[in-house]
């Protein structure tokens, strides 16, 4: 079984800058989440999305971030522009179960260094 | 916020010995996780315990949940180099958000 894919594994990039960040759940997985860890902490859920619906954004900075989930399947979070605040992990998970949170499968993240 | 704080913050021992972790919580859950985290990786699920479990058991892994102390353990029994990574507990509350605490980095010494 193929894990969660993210791409890219590292972006270095200038504050002011945009970015976007791509993530494929585990096949058949309807729930996909985002989450940003930043050096040190646990991971904050910064959008939750069951099929192609958003089920929490509420930790999302609407401002500058963005995200979708086009066709239920794969997903991009975007920032623009980005804040010297932003460099963190950029976690995707995915779970098999709708309407619960458990078991979460997680990609390997993406590392955002902003300068 | 995070709902879950786990202690300690660091945890250094030597292979084959038991480690210990515990996880806080605020508000009632409909369970808690756990789950490791390997430098530079993302984070890998080890065991959920439900609110009406007290204790559970996987491999090495042995985990209890006090519901009225709002807390849980996490043992880690006859530790190997492997097993060094971060551990974070993870509650699911009444929000239906899934909430991670800052970890408890373990180490394991050869």
């Known amino acids: 079984e193929a894990g969660v894919a993210q791409s890219p594994r590292y972006k270095i990039i200038e504050k002011r800058q945009s970015v976007a960040f791509w993530c494929n759940p585990i096949s058949g997985h309807a729930t996909l989440y985002w989450y940003q860890q930043i050096l040190g902490q646990g991971p904050k859920l910064l959008i939750q999305f069951q099929n192609n619906g958003v089920v929490d954004d509420s930790q999302l900075p609407k401002d500058r971030f963005s995200a979708e989930r086009l066709k239920g399947v794969d997903s991009t979070l975007k920032i623009q522009p980005a804040k010297l605040e932003d460099s963190a992990v950029y976690l995707c998970?995915?779970?098999?179960?709708?309407?619960?949170?458990?078991?979460?499968?997680f990609g390997s993240g993406t590392q955002l260094s902003v300068l | 916020s995070q709902q879950g704080e786990e202690d300690p913050q660091a945890l250094s021992i030597q292979e084959g010995e038991n480690a210990t972790m515990n996880c806080s919580y605020k508000?009632?859950?409909?369970?808690l996780q756990w789950y490791r985290q390997n430098s530079g990786r993302g984070l890998v699920h080890l065991i959920l315990i439900r609110s009406n479990e007290r204790e559970k058991h996987s491999g090495r892994l042995r985990v209890t949940l006090d519901t009225s102390k709002k807390s849980s353990s996490l043992l880690i029994t006859a530790s190997r180099a492997a097993d060094t990574a971060s551990y974070f507990c993870?509650?699911?509350?009444?929000?239906?958000?899934?909430?991670f605490g800052a970890g408890t980095t373990v180490t394991v010494r050869a």
């Open positions: 508000t009632s859950i409909n369970n």
């Open positions: 998970a995915s779970s098999l179960m709708p309407a619960t949170n458990e078991k979460l499968f």
């Open positions: 993870a509650t699911d509350a009444n929000d239906y958000k899934l909430s």
